[in-house]
């Protein structure tokens, strides 16, 4: 029995599409009862709320009204119809889940929503507010398959699947669930994402050191004081005009330089360790240099003992910094540059590695048809422990420390189509409901996220 056919049962759903066994919607106006009725997702009794006061006699001039207990059951069961072009508006259901809370008629209004969302994706806002109904009632898990889009809609002919949540109320909604059930990776990668999107969201930051802190993971060290300067002697020794940095990061700074030998603009990687870090400068160079071709950014010269990488300079930047700019609509159409991106992510992938940091900061711009993976510092071959990663861009199996795998970069893929997706949804920007499907795929549960590079090229593409 499926998660979603556990639920209805829950719920007390006889048939798909069925009333809920404790509905009384044919119940007549106004008929008896014996003052409580059992609640079958509660598996208790609760005493009925008093009956209303006699109202005074209708004036015969006025129109004819149905009686409230009548409204009400009409109201609820209109809830079977949600997302239908006849149905309740979004404002409409939520208005009814609110007055139905803490009711005798709260199981049967879920339950008629979790009928209507066999047959058609609801909005988001709706599915939010059912799954809080429901993990109020202690049904966590029922509350995480109404995020997650436990239930295929049969309309679209099983086609589709109904998507998970993206919205922030969603996302910490589902963040709490997941660590009350105690899957901490899961929790912190999807209150990451909230942080990324929105790093002032309310209890967001307190939620992610608290679970960082439960899962053992270590924070990331402070930057030192040095960091500002240290590529001044480095740069002496370099051919290397510096004109300008361009990004920073926990393993070093890069720079806008002029090779004055060449004449050519070069993009400068000077690291923090001051040649500290000579064996990761070495093998991130050499691995770069190894899967030289399309899609991934190509190096011109490094020096391991001074602690510099000198790269191919990429005018336009990363996604980053075009979303930063406040350029996003160039991002449009989507396929341009998605594309790309999963077949450079196959390529690396079909020779046995693994990217581990596939961020938009990472994914260069040669132009908006071209994208360029750079940073192979945290890259490591196909099952070798991982080691470390961007907060926000890490999957939930390497949170808890999963070895090196293809599902990590397309974890991260996703995590960049998202960010995009986000900025172009705000713009009005249409056609956009592929790329979204299968963004929310590739930060879905593991199992069902293309395997790896080769897989979501098929997907993709």
């Not at 006699?57 to 997302?83: F, M, Y």
């Not at 070798?384 to 949170?399: D, I, Q």
């Amino acid at each position: 029995m499926s998660l979603w056919q556990r639920l209805k049962e829950r719920l007390g759903v006889a048939t798909p599409g069925g009333a809920p066994a404790d509905a009384d919607v044919g119940a007549a106006p106004g008929a008896p009862d014996d003052g409580e009725r059992a609640d079958p997702a509660r598996g208790a009794r609760r005493s009925a709320p008093p009956r209303a006061e006699a109202r005074p006699a209708r004036n015969p001039t006025q129109k004819t009204r149905n009686p409230p207990h009548k409204e009400g059951v009409d109201e609820i069961a209109r809830l079977r119809s949600a997302g239908a072009r006849d149905g309740p508006s979004t404002d409409e259901v939520i208005a009814v889940l609110r007055r139905a809370r803490g009711t005798l008629r709260e199981a049967e209004a879920v339950a008629h929503l979790v009928a209507a969302m066999e047959e058609r994706v609801l909005p988001d806002p709706v599915r939010v507010a059912c799954a809080d109904l429901l993990a109020a009632r202690g049904d966590e898990q029922g509350a995480l398959s109404v995020l997650e889009g436990a239930a295929p809609p049969r309309e679209r002919g099983g086609a589709s699947r109904a998507q998970p949540v993206s919205s922030t109320e969603g996302l910490v909604l589902a963040a709490d669930l997941y660590a009350s059930l105690g899957q901490l990776p899961r929790a912190i990668g999807a209150i990451e994402r909230v942080l990324v999107r929105e790093i002032g969201a309310p209890g967001a930051r307190e939620r992610h050191q608290r679970w960082r802190a439960a899962l053992g993971a270590e924070r990331p060290p402070a930057a030192r004081v040095e960091d500002v300067t240290v590529v001044a002697p480095s740069a002496a020794r370099t051919p290397f005009r510096l004109l300008r940095e361009v990004a920073r990061g926990g393993a070093g700074a890069v720079y806008e330089a002029e090779d004055e030998v060449l004449g050519r603009r070069v993009g400068f990687k000077v690291y923090h360790g001051r040649g500290g870090d000579r064996a990761h400068v070495t093998r991130e160079a050499r691995l770069a240099a190894a899967l030289a071709g399309p899609g991934v950014v190509r190096v011109f010269d490094a020096d391991p003992d001074e602690g510099w990488i000198a790269l191919e300079w990429v005018a336009r930047g990363s996604v980053r910094d075009v979303l930063r700019a406040g350029d996003a609509a160039a991002l449009a159409p989507v396929a341009r540059w998605a594309r790309p991106l999963a077949r450079a992510l196959a390529r690396i992938h079909e020779r046995g590695y693994v990217h581990a940091d596939v961020k938009p900061a990472n994914v260069l711009l040669r132009n908006l048809g071209e994208p360029v993976l750079t940073d192979f510092g945290l890259a490591r071959p196909r099952g070798a422990p991982s080691a470390g990663g961007s907060p926000g861009y890490v999957s939930p199996e390497r949170l808890a420390g999963r070895p090196s795998d293809p599902r990590d970069d397309i974890y991260g893929y996703g995590r960049v189509l998202e960010d995009v997706l986000v900025r172009l949804e705000a713009l009005g920007v249409e056609g956009l409901a592929a790329w979204k499907e299968l963004s929310l795929r590739c930060l879905g549960p593991d199992d069902e996220r293309p395997a790896d590079g080769v897989a979501l090229v098929r997907v993709a593409c």
